[in-house]
């Protein structure tokens, strides 16, 4: 079974990430430790809140470069809703810098007639990039569960792997870039269609487990 590494600092439930990628096949362990990053078959990176408290976080616990070192080896990432920011350079929301591995940046939703912010409950996926390995068995206007106040604008717009709208604005709903992928959405709350883009990951960490370098 795919050893996969959640990685603990501070933001969000763990626990339900956990329970998501359990059922989808995995062996999910909560870590902090550099070591268990390393050791891992895949990464997963979850969370809920701001974006400053969660870097400042991962770089108290040094985190920060265990993370991109494992990225830049090829071992399978995926990043959970504020898992999906921390990827990108910085954020409006604060001053922090961001993981900088995706270029671009996190703008804020602009109010408008007939929308609440933050972006709270179901909403349908348009599917950008067809053969990300996410997407089998997810079809085009399936339903995840976002809450969110803030989304990825990636400078390279190809590495959207599927968009989401509310009110007028169309937005970033997931992103996938060679071995990194990572979803604005709580799959684990987004059964069935969440479930089965939590077994599809899972499924290519075991496809690629003795092609990744330790």
């Not at 990825?152 to 937005?171: I, K, N, Y």
Request: proline share 7%; net charge negative; charged share 15%.
């Amino acid at each position: 079974m795919a050893n996969i590494a959640v990685i603990d600092y501070d933001m969000g439930n763990l626990h339900s990430a956990c329970k998501g990628l359990a059922i989808a096949g995995a062996t999910p362990h909560i870590t902090d430790v550099a070591a268990d990053l390393a050791a891992a078959d895949a990464l997963v990176l979850p969370g809920d809140g701001a974006f400053d408290p969660a870097m400042r976080h991962l770089r108290s616990r040094d985190l920060i470069q265990p993370i991109k070192d494992a990225i830049a080896r090829g071992k399978p990432f995926l990043g959970i809703c504020l898992g999906l920011q921390l990827l990108f350079d910085y954020s409006d929301e604060g001053q922090e810098a961001g993981l900088g591995i995706i270029p671009g940046h996190i703008k804020k939703f602009q109010p408008e007639p007939g929308i609440t912010i933050p972006h709270m409950g179901w909403n349908q996926l348009t599917l950008t990039q067809p053969d990300c390995p996410l997407w089998s068995g997810i079809q085009d206007g399936d339903w995840v569960y976002f809450v969110h106040s803030y989304y990825a604008e990636p400078r390279d717009p190809q590495v959207m792997a599927a968009t989401t709208t509310h009110g007028s604005q169309t937005v970033t709903a997931a992103i996938a870039q060679e071995n990194v992928m990572a979803m604005q959405y709580h799959p684990e709350k987004s059964a069935p269609a969440g479930l089965t883009m939590l077994a599809n990951f899972v499924a290519l960490v075991q496809a690629q487990r003795p092609a990744v370098a330790r």
